[in-house]
């Protein structure tokens, strides 16, 4: 089993920057492809970046492409979302996910989720 416990939410004005980490248990929790995802109240939960298993590959949602920077540390067992120059359409809910099929844009296709932390993001 993996557990994935995400922080770093918060509130942050327009324009600003936050962090956020998923702290990853479990035997092979380091075998596995990570994303992040987010949901907005009334929206679906949609994807926002994947990392392979050693981190060679990314891939990120347009909406997103060079402002958030996914990244891993396997030896710490830690992801990382850098999100810069944020937006209010930014705000939302975002969860950590790990899965075995590699980097995929469906939630479904992720076997473990964490709790999610709140990211809102004023005008």
């Known amino acids: 089993q993996v557990r994935l416990v995400e922080s770093g939410g918060g509130l942050v004005q327009a324009g600003g920057s936050l962090r956020l980490s998923c702290a990853a248990s479990?035997?092979?929790?380091?075998?596995?492809?990570m994303g992040w995802f987010r949901q907005a109240p009334g929206k679906e939960r949609e994807f926002v970046a994947g990392?392979?298993?050693?981190?060679?590959?990314?891939y990120y949602t347009d909406s997103v492409k060079g402002r958030f920077t996914i990244s891993r540390d396997n030896a710490k067992n830690t992801l990382y979302l850098q999100m810069i120059s944020l937006k209010p359409e930014d705000t939302a809910v975002y969860y950590c996910?790990?899965?075995?099929?590699?980097?995929?844009?469906?939630?479904?296709?992720?076997?473990?989720w964490g709790q999610g932390t709140q990211v809102t993001v004023s005008s």
């Open positions: 479990g035997r092979t929790s380091s075998s596995l492809a």
């Open positions: 996910a790990a899965g075995w099929r590699g980097i995929t844009t469906t939630p479904t296709d992720y076997e473990y």
């Open positions: 990392i392979s298993l050693i981190g060679r590959s990314t």
